[in-house]
């Protein structure tokens, strides 16, 4: 069987066996990648040179006996909201189309010092805003799960990318949702760790109080190992925590809730979702009492404002956050001929380099601090936020972590929502409290919806700076559903390839 | 709160520098009213004794040394530059005064 | 001033005179404000490692946070918090055991992220003060300045404008950006309203921003140089009519790029709106632009739309809380107040108030007290400074500091002293000095100029004197000692000048029994 079937902790001990070598590993990556990514889209740009050049690397050290990172070798995708020397870095918009950075986010750093083969920029929503992925300037990316249906958003390109094997790690970012909800509707895993727990430096801001760089893998272990190469304290970044990163790896490792308490937040725990979604997820929760895990319910009454706070909120930080691209020092210039003046020209770009979407937030995050509006708007969702924090507190005394499906429905059409921003937003009812409160949140696959067969993710939330928790309750999940269902979830991905 | 007008709409692409047409503006308005409209019940939730967070964590005092660190080369700051020349970033003429 | 007035009518249908300064004050009080920016003079800018270097080639010290690249963050400048405390205490503020930064968001292109990181509601210092001392009819007045806060911020690039007649931004086709200055750390010091100063408005403003920029420079946080930029004032004025008890529509002038601009600035501003309100007509809140030439101001290129700031806490960046301990320790550090400085080397010196006065106005007061660390008098190296030294700066157009330095002043002051040099010498040497030939003791060594006091070689001189006059050493024999004179200065002439007089005339005396 091709390696690229494999997990990432599959193929790091097949690399330390020299049963392949970086190299090899790398092209049957980008084989397969030649093979679906035109039906799938995940993405934009393939730095093979990059690539193979660094998988070179890794196998001459290791080849010369020097010690290397578990991970050193193994491919990644990286969402191209994270800047990359050299290579185009696009978010997703016209704005910045082909502009090449010249410095790495700390991310990137860290991956590359780990000897983490990054294979390419996958694609996303525009500057990050968006649950489909359908907002991308440069096309939609497809489910692998029914080519037919987003991915999630706004991380859909490094989600499809792990589901259709073309990767088996990705990096991904998350302000309302999205790593967790393109994992959700993949079957894949997908974390958003503690605000602060990832350094921000070079991630593109689009709410900088809400995004966050997080792991995304096929199973609970390898977004472990991830998580333990791209975490911890950077001094580049202010909102960075100084606390070490806990012991992700071996809490996935830990297999054991017993005594732990579940607690199912009443306002999440489905009126309104799928029904086949409510029925993976109350399976799921029952696998984890018979793991000894307590459920409680517990409620938490300002979420339902948790939403409308995070559409003041993100957009507002994203109008002041995107104001730079002015088209004064790179990116897209459009209407510069001679004679116009420097503000028509910013005018003229950015109504030509932005979509629709951002425009909208842009506007409406205008709106929202501007004077006379600023108490009403922004003012209140800074509240709100406290609120739920305050929820979260007070939930946290009742149980260890929180529960809940991490997205309403499974992958619906591309296009079926895309006139209709209002309920687009609600793709993120679930996923977006635990941002507003800065805590650490997973999404893992607990099973395929009845009525259609696509994939249904079960979202883990642990307090602020207790990301192990999460690990430890999501890897014993994924090994008990493993063992009800007789192999893991990916293995009823639908072939792609046409062949 | 009342909806939101297509000027105000259009008062707004101007601070944010974004030039639209008058099919966006009038489209734009459509939509941010439903959103407005959707938005507007936090104001039910948010007491005047509630503390506004801007910030998930306590941080507080998070400083750097004042030592120098190495830049970029003009060449690397100028890479993305439209336009330059001498050394510097090309832009078209600026009309007003700074804010 | 008084230049004639447009035509406008009056109501009343009569031409209205222009008014002067003095007419203006006749009917209308000023009401003042002030807002300083001091660049600091750390390493790195505010935040980012970037150098501060004056005068480096274009973008050379720029990096992606002070380049605004995507992805950028910044990280705070801990030397810049130290020197807004610094700032704040030494103005008398209080230091916020909380402050936050917010950003301030406008488009321009000298602004990398088009917002400037700056403070808003919860600034580092506030409610200080600061007292400047003016002339007035009624001698020296104290008025106290009241400073409202002290807020850390970041600077803007540098735009360069080509094309058009001038070089000036209106006209120009396109322009260039040098982003080395972007996000040098920027203290802005504001002032309350000052009410009360009447016609002493302008010298007011010039006693505050120069107190102030002594201040700055004491602590050691700025080299505060209006000229280079690193100091900057915008100055806002408003009139109102005597005793009405409302505040007037201000204007906020810009580009005040000396402390003389300052005082020139507002006199020309209070004569503008004196005459317009005169003229019935309305003062529209604007910012204008100080013309050095003309010392008028005209107004600043208007917006179409007003700008909304959007202020909002800087999500990228944590709140700063010093500890207090840490803000006594630096309290302790502050050196003594320029002003009780001054009052301290006046007692000292025993200088008189006028003295001081022009002392300080001549900016000659640390270069003095330099010469007197050197051992020099302080009634001498007053007088050569501000004297010989500043009169032959004037003639060449340059600051007496240029010509010499303290340590050669007292070198000439302690030969004086000791007698190896007179006075009228020592012009000799300063000459000489300055014509770039040496040291004090090398120009005496070249041009041969010390005083001769050896006895014997003026005995010899002496006897050559009455021997060429022997009738007025006969009348000096006689008892007629202010007959000496023509034989002293006989002797002075003959040795160049360089004969100790009055060594000359003891000898003298002497000899003719005397």
């Given at each position: ?6 997990t990432?902790?599959e193929?790091?001990?097949?690399l ?11 092209n ?5 990648i ?6 799938v889209h995940?993405?934009l ?5 990059g690539?193979?050049?660094q998988?070179?690397?890794v ?5 010369a006996?020097e010690?290397?990172s578990?991970l050193?070798g ?5 969402k ?6 050299g ?5 997703g918009?016209?704005i ?13 750093t ?7 083969v990054?294979?390419?920029?996958t694609?996303?929503d ?5 649950s ?5 300037a440069y096309?939609?990316?497809?489910n692998?799960?029914?080519l ?5 958003g706004?991380g859909?390109?490094?989600s499809?990318s ?17 790593i967790?909800q393109p994992?959700a509707?993949t079957g894949?895993?997908?974390?958003k760790?503690t ?8 991630l593109?801001a689009f ?5 966050q760089a997080?792991?995304?893998?096929r199973?609970?272990l390898?977004?472990?190992m991830l998580?333990e190469?791209i975490a911890g ?7 960075s ?11 996935a ?8 308490k579940i607690?199912?937040?009443?306002e999440?725990?489905?009126d309104g979702?799928?029904k086949?979604?409510?029925?993976r997820?109350?399976e799921?929760l029952?696998?984890l009492v018979?793991a000894?895990a ?5 409620s938490?009454?300002n ?8 559409y003041l909120?993100a ?7 995107l ?10 210039r459009?209407?510069d001929?001679?004679k ?8 003229l ?9 951002v ?6 995050g205008?709106?929202?601090l ?5 108490d ?6 800074q ?10 507190e007070?939930?946290?005394t009742k149980?260890?972590?929180?529960v809940?499906?991490t ?12 006139n ?16 507003m409160?800065?805590?650490g949140?997973?999404s893992l696959?607990?099973g395929?919806?009845?009525?259609d ?15 192990d928790l ?6 014993t999940?994924?090994?008990?559903l ?7 979830l990916?293995s009823?991905?639908?072939?792609l390839?046409g062949? | 709160?009342?909806?939101i007008?297509r ?5 707004l692409a101007?601070?944010?520098?974004i030039e639209?047409?008058s099919?966006?503006?009038d489209?734009l ?11 507007d ?8 004794d ?11 005092n ?8 190495p830049?970029?080369?003009f060449?690397?700051?100028?890479s ?9 970033f090309?832009?078209p ?5 700074a804010? | 001033?008084?230049?004639?007035a ?9 031409k209205?005179?222009a008014?002067n300064?003095d007419d ?6 000023p ?8 660049e600091l003079?750390?390493k ?10 004056f005068g480096?080639?274009?973008?050379t010290?720029t990096?992606p946070?002070?380049?605004g690249?995507p ?11 130290e ?10 503020c209080?230091?916020a ?5 917010a950003?301030?968001?406008?488009f ?7 917002f ?16 400047v001392e003016?002339d007035t009819?009624?001698g020296i007045?104290?008025?106290r300045v ?7 911020e ?8 080509v094309?058009g ?14 982003y080395?200055r972007a996000g040098?750390p920027?203290?802005?010091?504001v002032?309350r ?8 408005a302008p010298q ?5 921003v ?19 930029g ?5 100055a806002n ?14 204007s ?9 601009s300052?005082e020139?600035a507002?006199?020309?501003?209070m004569?503008r709106?004196g ?5 019935g007509?309305?003062?529209?809140q604007?910012?204008r ?5 003309s ?14 700031y959007r202020y909002?806490?800087e ?5 700063v809380?010093?500890?207090a ?7 302790k550090?502050?050196p003594?107040?320029?002003?009780i400085h001054?009052k301290?080397l006046?007692?000292?010196?025993s ?7 022009a002392m300080i106005n001549?900016?000659?007061l ?7 660390k050197?051992g020099?008098?302080?009634t ?7 004297g010989?030294?500043s009169?032959?700066?004037n ?6 500091t240029?010509?010499?330095n ?5 070198e000439i002051?302690?030969l ?11 012009r000799?040497v300063v000459e000489?000095?300055i014509?770039?030939?040496?040291t ?5 060594e070249?041009r041969?100029l010390?005083?001769v ?7 010899a001189?002496?006897e050559?004197?009455i021997?060429a006059q022997?009738?007025t050493a006969?009348r ?5 000692i202010p007959?000496?004179?023509?034989l002293?200065?006989a ?5 160049g000048?360089?004969?100790?007089a ?6 003298l005396?002497?000899h003719l029994?005397?």
């Amino acid at each position: 069987m091709s390696f690229i079937f494999k997990t990432a902790a599959e193929m790091s001990v097949a690399l330390q066996a020299k049963e392949i070598s970086a190299v090899d590993l790398a092209n049957e990556h980008f084989d397969r990648i030649a093979k679906v990514d035109d039906d799938v889209h995940a993405f934009l740009y393939l730095d093979k040179e990059g690539a193979l050049e660094q998988a070179k690397s890794v196998d001459a050290k290791r080849a010369a006996g020097e010690k290397l990172s578990p991970l050193a070798g193994v491919p990644l995708a990286l969402k191209d909201v994270m800047v990359q020397r050299g290579i185009p870095t696009t978010c997703g918009s016209k704005i910045l189309e082909n502009w090449r950075p010249p410095y790495d986010a700390t991310v990137v750093t860290r991956l590359k010092e780990a000897g983490i083969v990054i294979l390419g920029k996958t694609n996303m929503d525009e500057f990050a805003m968006g649950s489909s992925t359908e907002n991308s300037a440069y096309g939609p990316t497809h489910n692998p799960w029914d080519l037919s249906r987003i991915p999630g958003g706004s991380g859909g390109g490094s989600s499809a990318s792990l589901a259709a094997f073309e990767a088996p790690l990705a990096i991904g970012t998350d302000t309302g949702g999205s790593i967790r909800q393109p994992a959700a509707v993949t079957g894949t895993v997908g974390v958003k760790p503690t605000y602060g727990a990832v350094s921000r430096y070079g991630l593109v801001a689009f709410s900088s109080s809400l995004d966050q760089a997080g792991p995304c893998a096929r199973t609970v272990l390898d977004t472990a190992m991830l998580h333990e190469v791209i975490a911890g304290h950077d001094p580049k970044d202010s909102s960075s925590i100084h606390a070490p990163v806990p012991a992700v790896v071996s809490a996935a490792k830990k297999l054991d809730v017993k005594g732990m308490k579940i607690g199912v937040v009443k306002e999440l725990s489905g009126d309104g979702f799928q029904k086949g979604v409510s029925e993976r997820f109350n399976e799921a929760l029952e696998e984890l009492v018979k793991a000894g895990a307590e459920i409680v319910e517990v409620s938490c009454p300002n979420f339902e404002y948790a939403l409308a706070a995070y559409y003041l909120i993100a957009p507002s930080e994203a109008s002041s956050n995107l104001a730079r691209f002015d088209s004064m020092r790179y990116g897209l210039r459009v209407g510069d001929d001679g004679k116009r003046g420097a503000e028509e020209v910013m005018s003229l770009t950015r109504q030509a380099g932005f979509g629709k979407e951002v425009k909208r937030r842009i506007i409406l995050g205008t709106y929202a601090l501007s004077s006379g509006y600023y108490d009403a708007y922004y003012g209140s969702a800074q509240k709100v936020r406290t609120l739920i924090m305050r929820d979260y507190e007070a939930a946290f005394t009742k149980a260890d972590v929180l529960v809940s499906p991490t997205a309403p429905t499974t992958a619906f059409k591309i296009g079926e929502k895309a006139n209709d921003p209002v309920a687009m937003y609600l793709n993120d009812i679930a996923t977006i409290p635990v941002n507003m409160a800065g805590i650490g949140g997973m999404s893992l696959p607990c099973g395929l919806a009845s009525e259609d067969n696509l994939p249904v993710g079960f979202q883990i939330m642990a307090p602020a700076m207790q990301d192990d928790l999460m690990y430890q309750v999501g890897g014993t999940l994924e090994a008990a559903l493993n063992s009800k269902w007789g192999a893991p979830l990916m293995s009823l991905a639908p072939a792609l390839g046409g062949k | 709160m009342a909806a939101i007008s297509r000027e105000e709409v259009a008062h707004l692409a101007r601070l944010a520098r974004i030039e639209m047409s008058s099919d966006e503006l009038d489209h734009l308005a459509s939509e941010m009213d439903q959103i407005l409209h959707a938005v507007d019940r936090i104001q039910e939730a948010a007491s005047a004794d509630v503390p506004p967070t801007s910030h998930p964590l306590p941080l507080k005092n998070v400083v750097r040394p004042d030592v120098v660190l190495p830049s970029l080369t003009f060449e690397e700051a100028l890479s993305g530059a439209p336009d330059s020349d001498e050394q510097r970033f090309k832009v078209p003429q600026i009309l007003g005064d700074a804010g | 001033m008084g230049r004639t007035a447009d035509v406008t009518s009056s109501r009343a249908g009569r031409k209205i005179m222009a008014l002067n300064y003095d007419d203006v004050l006749e009917k209308y009080e000023p009401t003042l404000g002030l807002e300083v920016h001091v660049e600091l003079s750390t390493k790195t800018k505010m935040f980012c490692g970037c150098a501060t270097e004056f005068g480096a080639e274009p973008n050379t010290q720029t990096c992606p946070v002070c380049l605004g690249l995507p992805g950028a963050l910044p990280v705070v400048n801990e030397v810049a918090i130290e020197s807004a405390i610094k700032i704040g205490l030494a103005l008398n503020c209080s230091i916020a055991p909380f402050s936050r930064f917010a950003r301030k968001n406008y488009f321009y292109p000298d602004m990398p992220k088009d917002f400037q990181i700056s403070q808003y509601d919860e600034p580092i210092c506030v409610n200080g003060y600061l007292d400047v001392e003016i002339d007035t009819d009624e001698g020296i007045k104290v008025f106290r300045v009241e400073i409202e806060r002290v807020h850390m911020e970041e600077d803007t690039g540098k735009s360069l404008h080509v094309g058009g007649s001038t070089g000036r931004i209106h006209g120009a086709d396109y322009s260039l950006l040098d982003y080395n200055r972007a996000g040098i750390p920027l203290m802005e010091v504001v002032t309350r309203m000052i009410p009360g100063t009447g016609k002493y408005a302008p010298q007011v403003a010039r006693a505050y921003v120069t107190e102030l920029r002594d201040i700055l420079r004491s602590l050691g946080v700025s080299d505060v140089k209006m000229e280079q930029g690193s100091l900057r004032c915008d100055a806002n004025v408003s009139l109102s009519p005597i005793n009405s008890g409302k505040l007037g529509t201000r204007s906020e002038t810009k580009n005040v790029n000396s402390l003389r601009s300052v005082e020139r600035a507002i006199h020309g501003e209070m004569i503008r709106q004196g005459n317009l309100l005169e003229n019935g007509e309305r003062i529209i809140q604007e910012t204008r632009h100080f013309l050095e030439e003309s010392g008028e101001t005209r107004p600043g290129r208007s917006k179409e739309t007003a700008e909304d700031y959007r202020y909002f806490q800087e999500p990228d960046l944590v709140p700063v809380a010093p500890d207090a301990s840490w803000i006594e320790e630096i309290r302790k550090t502050l050196p003594e107040k320029p002003s009780i400085h001054r009052k301290r080397l006046q007692v000292e010196w025993s200088v008189p108030d006028k003295e001081m006065a022009a002392m300080i106005n001549s900016e000659l007061l640390d270069t003095v007290e330099a010469t007197v660390k050197l051992g020099a008098d302080p009634t001498k190296a007053r007088s050569w400074w501000l004297g010989e030294i500043s009169r032959l700066a004037n003639e060449k157009e340059v600051a007496p500091t240029e010509l010499m330095n303290p340590h050669e002043v007292a070198e000439i002051i302690s030969l004086i002293a000791t007698g190896e040099l007179t006075d009228k010498l020592a012009r000799q040497v300063v000459e000489g000095v300055i014509n770039g030939e040496g040291t004090p003791r090398e120009v005496i060594e070249k041009r041969g100029l010390k005083v001769v006091s050896d006895d014997s070689a003026l005995m010899a001189a002496i006897e050559a004197a009455i021997a060429a006059q022997p009738d007025t050493a006969e009348r000096i024999r006689g008892g007629n000692i202010p007959a000496a004179g023509a034989l002293i200065g006989a002797v002075m002439k003959a040795t160049g000048g360089q004969a100790d007089a009055a060594r000359v005339r003891e000898l003298l005396l002497k000899h003719l029994g005397q």
